[in-house]
């Protein structure tokens, strides 16, 4: 973030829906997608997500645009799931431990 180094110290990045859901993953040059926005469902609003019925995998150093879904075209692709879910664990126990603060609550450090 203050450029003072090439790496960013992680491997991966959660990103998550404006409801607070996992929308994807990205692992490496791994993008796994557990659902999307679709600008084209009418109204957007009513039905801001598309949940696909498998989730959908891109190996982002050959395919940067997102065009060709290894869930459907590579089936070796499984192990991507291992490496996911075990981020999700992960990320799971860090807000049991770690929880968000509500809204107006003042933060008075976490229990250890």
């Avoid at 003072?4 to 040059?29: A, C, H, P, V």
């Avoid at 084209?40 to 395919?63: C, F, G, K, R, W």
Wanted: no cysteine.
């Amino acid at each position: 973030m203050m450029g003072k180094s090439d790496r960013t110290g992680r491997d991966s990045y959660m990103f998550f829906g404006i409801d607070g859901q996992l929308m994807s993953i990205k692992w490496k040059i791994y993008k796994m997608i557990f659902r999307y926005a679709d600008s084209t469902l009418s109204p957007a609003i009513q039905n801001p997500y598309v949940q696909p019925q498998l989730h959908m995998v891109y190996d982002l150093s050959s395919d940067p645009h997102e065009n060709n879904n290894l869930t459907y075209t590579d089936l070796t692709n499984g192990w991507i799931f291992g490496v996911d879910f075990k981020l999700v664990g992960e990320y799971q126990r860090s807000i049991k431990k770690y929880p968000n603060i509500k809204v107006g609550e003042d933060f008075k450090g976490y229990a250890t």
